[in-house]
């Protein structure tokens, strides 16, 4: 196990109606002036909105409001909340929506307690000296930015998918009411599953040696994902499937169980660059590129891939052929993508086979590596593209 | 699943050589003069205290110090303790221990901003409302104290065990060196892992259904345990192992395996009377009462025994009669515990089966019951310690 901090301080507040003490939350971190940074219009409509100014208005807390957050979110409303934020005296963010508007209002807080442009920070790895304190009241299990330090965001010139990590931008706390994600499309809710399970994966595939505690971690979080995402598939609104789903979602991203270990995160930088170009929902692209990145890497470490298969897929291990069941349990993550709604190619996506080079060239290794599990060339990305393009199941 | 609120703001600074961080710790979480609280002379005699002096004086951080903390840690102690830190204007407790040494260090931070005595808040369920801060550097793998708000001290007079929960006694940080537990002796070792163990187990009995993310996690840490014990054991200097179960100990109990569940911790609260009047070692005592316990409570939930017997202890399901599984499981239990050197009965812990009565009675429920996974009387709690005196393998 390597050494490791592990800090994750942020206050969850997880439960039936738990929206309704945003403002007791607020106050207690300390927000007197709050932007309330939101998504789509159907927080609004759902009465959610309703519910959190009713519940700031009665702890005396003042608010401004921005909604209008679009997936892959957009520096451009980043841009309008610094604004705002500044103009108006904002003193906290409560963010209300998923990993994008949480995502954009770490970005907003970045910028409004920093004099220069906040997308200096994106990509760059200048470190974050201050921001202002967030809040949550999350809406879809899925990013787990709830409870992280990252931020990703899209600069619209060019649709350049950047991000950040700090610990500036933990949330001071994170509401996580599993009722208000039954009214997800079925699309959505297995695409935030998705990306839960990419977070997973994206921890245990490492070559560090001798981490026992969090590979059983990660595989007890898999087999719970395994387990409740085909049944909100078919029963939306199984209070209990979405609260099991949404604290995995939470866990699964805080590091607690990734911590001490080399992790690799290609599949989730290659995504980028495809919702990047195609608009596509981030746990779709993940659908198809990350089992195309197995199907290249399992090589590197065979019996990895094969206990992976065994302990979380239920694969019979084949003692005289471990290869067989390394490659049986890539092909039991697909199947089970396939199986909850996720595009598995680039023709279920509506990528084009032939933008790879235009893929490969955004992602800008040149002819450099990306270090990981296994190192990358621009050429060994074009290759698990293809894979990805032509997958069947 | 219950609705919970979950905080675990602790900063974990986990590997080799970080002990030699602590004054830059200190230094971060806003200490200036710092009582050193540590317990037995090996700390001393194994350099690490000399490394602590090092550390806090090259970050400019004055200190006192006071070690002798005993097992079972004792209210003279913590009143020395108080008294040095209000003399001396100490603002931070460094504890460089185990669980007995962080929980007196704990007390200490409440009794000094408190005018009265610090044993006003110990199995009263009054609330703390300020306490020193404290950093921890945890030498022994067990108590799970370095992350949790949890406090547990005994009152020489009547030998009284009680404890104290709340969040103002949180570590600010926990420096977990694995190293610093190589030297530990095998039966130190092994009432840790004991512990431990039970920590997960008293989350798992549980009468909340639809609670599959944390049964996973919980079996994840099991199987850790299970693996990872034996090792150590037989090679007291394996660091990796040891690595493996200084985290497991850590995220066992500061409840990210626990949230919105009902917990039942009557092996913990029955096993405080059997140290309080043998001064036995609390994972001794846990070795003897835990499969007691399990052997009184299956029958409430046989197919939940079932389950950790065949998820845990690999044992094979007996679908026509489940409870000979759930027994199963049981026994690998005791077995377990028997093969890492700890006692399984009262002979070996040297109790006295006649002094059962003495141990209820302590115990305190008189006429009413105490509420768990199965509520139990003083009469249920006297036939668990019948089991326990007698059991066998």
């Known amino acids: 196990m390597d050494n490791f901090n592990f800090y994750s301080p942020t206050e969850f507040v997880f439960g039936r109606g738990r929206e309704n003490e945003c403002g007791e939350c607020v106050k207690r971190y300390g927000g007197s002036k709050v932007l309330v940074h939101y998504g789509s219009q159907s927080?609004?409509?759902?009465?959610?909105?309703?519910?959190?100014?009713?519940?700031?208005?009665?702890?005396?807390?003042?608010?401004?409001?921005?909604g209008g957050v679009q997936p892959n979110p957009r520096d451009?409303?980043?841009?309008?909340?610094?604004?705002?934020?500044?103009?108006?005296?904002?003193?906290?963010?409560?963010?209300?929506?998923?990993?994008?508007?949480?995502?954009?209002?770490?970005?907003?807080a970045i910028g409004t307690l920093y004099d220069g442009d906040f997308?200096?920070?994106?990509?760059?790895?200048?470190?974050?000296?201050?921001?202002?304190?967030?809040?949550?009241?999350?809406?879809?299990?899925?990013?787990?930015?709830?409870?992280?330090?990252?931020?990703?965001?899209?600069?619209?010139?060019?649709?350049?998918?950047?991000?950040?990590?700090?610990?500036k931008i933990r949330p001071r706390f994170s509401i996580l009411n599993p009722e208000l994600t039954t009214t997800l499309p079925p699309y959505q809710t297995a695409c935030g599953a998705t990306d839960i399970m990419a977070h997973i994966f994206e921890r245990y595939f490492t070559n560090t040696k001798e981490?026992?505690?969090?590979?059983?971690?990660?595989?007890?979080?898999?087999?719970?994902?395994?387990?409740?995402?085909?049944?909100?598939?078919?029963?939306?609104?199984?209070?209990?499937?979405?609260?099991?789903?949404?604290?995995?979602g939470t866990v699964a991203h805080n590091d607690i169980v990734g911590v001490g270990r080399s992790?690799?995160?290609?599949?989730?930088?290659?995504?980028?660059?495809?919702?990047?170009?195609?608009?596509?929902?981030?746990?779709?692209g993940l659908a198809v590129v990350m089992p195309a990145w197995m199907e290249f890497a399992y090589k590197h470490d065979v019996m990895r891939f094969a206990q992976v298969a065994t302990r979380v897929w239920g694969c019979e291990m084949n003692f005289a052929d471990p290869e067989v069941t390394a490659l049986e349990g890539i092909a039991c993550f697909r199947r089970f993508l396939k199986s909850i709604g996720m595009p598995i190619n680039f023709e279920e996506l509506d990528a084009k086979e032939e933008d790879i080079p235009i893929l490969v060239e955004k992602l800008g290794l040149g002819d450099g590596k990306k270090p990981g599990f296994v190192d990358l060339?621009?050429?060994d990305v074009a290759e698990i593209l293809h894979i990805a393009a032509n997958a069947t199941i």
Chains 1, 2 share one sequence.
């Open 43 to 66: 927080a609004v409509k759902s009465g959610l909105i309703d519910r959190v100014r009713k519940s700031l208005a009665a702890s005396d807390i003042e608010f401004v409001e921005l």
């Open 76 to 108: 451009t409303l980043i841009y309008k909340g610094i604004e705002i934020c500044k103009k108006e005296g904002v003193d906290f963010i409560l963010s209300v929506g998923g990993g994008s508007c949480i995502d954009s209002s770490k970005a907003i």
């Open 119 to 167: 997308w200096d920070f994106y990509g760059t790895g200048k470190p974050v000296e201050k921001a202002l304190p967030i809040g949550t009241i999350l809406t879809i299990a899925a990013a787990g930015s709830e409870g992280s330090g990252a931020s990703v965001v899209t600069k619209e010139e060019g649709m350049l998918k950047r991000d950040v990590g700090s610990d």
């Open 211 to 248: 981490v026992e505690v969090t590979d059983r971690l990660c595989e007890g979080l898999l087999l719970t994902m395994i387990k409740e995402t085909p049944r909100v598939m078919k029963e939306p609104d199984n209070y209990e499937a979405r609260a099991n789903i949404m604290w995995a």
């Open 263 to 284: 992790q690799d995160w290609s599949s989730h930088v290659i995504e980028h660059e495809l919702s990047g170009l195609y608009d596509c929902a981030h746990g779709a």
């Open 377 to 379: 060339s621009s050429a």
